[in-house]
């Protein structure tokens, strides 16, 4: 590290502590998977870039959503989103999270993600290579640098919106709201 | 007496007489019987050779009315010493569309519980004497089983996914 850089990690020191470790909850949906064993393991060792995978979400902070998304794992993905803590970065992986991808007239997939979670990033193609996920992890220190990643943030304040379209997608939801909801606003 | 194929093709068509039977060159011998003779003709392969389902499956005729239903059998049996001795068996069946119901296998193959859940959950199609019909895999209700030829998925997706708002940007 040269001089410049240490007067700006210390400046920002918190920044430069989220940023070198993303660790990624290892959750698995869909197709897209098939490219993490490979990104964290010794040929692209994403260990690199800080990113590690983790069990539990609750020690992570990155959420790599790998593949296309079905009602039932949009379940799985909101209480693993709401389990994480803050700051918590979330990317697309794949065409099927943005916009359904091959599965856009399924009818049981869920076509646009950011409708129910914040995404501060997306990884196009169908599969991304492991380098696009470098990319994403560079393009994610950029913008976390900017204090641009801040989805979960939205998360905070349009909570309202995003628990009645999860509401819309799944019924009724057995989990608590996590945020208080004003419903007078 | 040991039973091979052509003892069990002589066999099956002298105890069920009127069921349709086709051998193909591949190995596969193809029975289309009536929806009642179903169980039996199961129980039946069971006894002789053909002691593993490997799938039931199930084909939407619109025009023709009926669903079809498909019982693959194998062979694992102890005597059985290459494939080619005993082949797969396509067990096929009609029923119609209107009133889908058929009497479930279970008592004769265990292994057809999922499956009988599964097409009763994609297809509608209603298996008399299952313990729990209920679905499998889906989590939404479907007014029409969304594998039938008549369920419009690109008007399902316009009126369910398509009709959930945009998250509006937040106010600065």
Same mark, same amino acid.
């Given at each position: 590290?040269?001089?410049?850089?240490?007067?700006?990690? /210390?400046? #920002?020191?918190?920044?430069?502590?989220?940023?070198?470790? @993303?660790?990624?909850?290892?959750?698995?949906?869909?197709?897209?998977?098939?490219?993490?064993?490979?990104?964290?393991?010794?040929?692209?060792?994403?260990?690199?870039?800080?990113?590690?995978?983790?069990?539990?979400?609750?020690?992570? !902070?990155?959420?790599? +959503?790998?593949?296309?998304?079905?009602?039932?794992?949009?379940?799985?993905?909101?209480?693993?989103? *709401? =389990?994480?803590? *803050?700051?918590?970065?979330?990317?697309?992986?794949?065409?099927?999270?943005?916009?359904?991808?091959?599965?856009?007239?399924?009818?049981?997939?869920?076509?646009?993600?950011?409708?129910? +979670?914040?995404?501060?990033?997306?990884?196009?193609?169908?599969?991304?290579?492991? *380098?696009?996920?470098?990319?994403?992890? %560079?393009?994610?220190?950029?913008?976390?640098?900017?204090?641009?990643? !801040?989805?979960?943030?939205?998360?905070?304040?349009?909570?309202?919106?995003?628990?009645?379209?999860?509401?819309?997608?799944?019924?009724?939801?057995?989990?608590?709201?996590?945020?208080?909801?004003?419903?007078?606003? | 007496?040991?039973?091979?194929?052509?003892? /069990?093709? =002589? =066999?099956?068509? @002298?105890?069920?007489?009127? &069921?349709?039977?086709? *051998?193909?060159?591949?190995?596969?011998?193809?029975?289309?019987?009536?929806?009642? =003779?179903?169980? %039996?003709?199961?129980?039946? @392969?069971? #006894?002789?050779?053909?002691?593993?389902?490997?799938?039931?499956?199930?084909?939407?005729?619109?025009?023709?009315?009926?669903?079809? $239903?498909?019982?693959?059998?194998?062979?694992?049996?102890?005597?059985?010493?290459?494939?080619?001795?005993?082949?797969?068996?396509?067990?096929?069946?009609?029923?119609?569309? #209107?009133?889908?119901?058929?009497?479930?296998?279970?008592?004769?193959?265990?292994?057809?519980?999922?499956?009988?859940?599964? +097409?009763?959950?994609?297809?509608?199609?209603?298996?008399?004497?299952?313990?729990? $019909?209920?679905?499998?895999? $889906?989590?939404? #209700?479907?007014?029409?089983?969304?594998?039938?030829?008549?369920?419009? &998925?690109?008007?399902?997706?316009?009126?369910?996914?398509?009709?959930?708002?945009?998250?509006?940007?937040?106010?600065?």
């Amino acid at each position: 590290m040269d001089r410049e850089q240490v007067i700006k990690a /210390l400046k #920002d020191s918190g920044k430069w502590g989220h940023k070198y470790s @993303l660790w990624a909850v290892y959750f698995c949906t869909g197709c897209g998977i098939i490219e993490i064993p490979p990104s964290i393991t010794s040929r692209w060792d994403a260990e690199r870039f800080g990113v590690i995978p983790v069990a539990s979400p609750r020690q992570a !902070n990155l959420f790599l +959503i790998t593949g296309y998304v079905s009602v039932k794992t949009l379940r799985a993905i909101i209480r693993t989103y *709401e =389990q994480m803590g *803050e700051p918590k970065y979330t990317v697309g992986f794949g065409s099927c999270p943005i916009n359904g991808g091959m599965y856009w007239d399924s009818y049981n997939t869920i076509k646009k993600l950011d409708k129910y +979670i914040p995404i501060d990033g997306w990884i196009a193609g169908c599969m991304p290579r492991p *380098e696009a996920v470098f990319i994403a992890v %560079t393009h994610l220190w950029t913008l976390i640098d900017k204090g641009m990643a !801040n989805a979960y943030k939205k998360y905070r304040k349009q909570y309202k919106y995003y628990r009645k379209n999860q509401e819309m997608a799944l019924g009724k939801l057995e989990w608590p709201p996590l945020y208080p909801i004003n419903e007078d606003e | 007496m040991k039973m091979n194929k052509k003892n /069990l093709i =002589q =066999q099956l068509k @002298l105890t069920f007489a009127d &069921t349709q039977l086709n *051998e193909h060159e591949d190995d596969i011998i193809k029975i289309h019987a009536k929806k009642e =003779q179903v169980k %039996t003709i199961l129980r039946y @392969l069971k #006894d002789n050779m053909y002691n593993h389902l490997a799938l039931i499956s199930c084909v939407d005729w619109i025009n023709k009315e009926e669903f079809e $239903l498909i019982y693959i059998l194998t062979s694992y049996h102890d005597d059985k010493k290459s494939y080619k001795e005993t082949g797969d068996i396509y067990l096929k069946t009609k029923i119609s569309r #209107d009133n889908p119901e058929i009497e479930s296998v279970i008592s004769v193959f265990e292994n057809a519980e999922p499956y009988e859940r599964e +097409i009763y959950e994609l297809f509608g199609v209603k298996f008399s004497g299952h313990p729990r $019909l209920i679905p499998l895999f $889906l989590e939404r #209700d479907y007014e029409v089983p969304p594998f039938r030829k008549n369920f419009d &998925t690109r008007k399902y997706v316009k009126d369910v996914f398509e009709s959930i708002p945009v998250i509006p940007e937040e106010e600065e």
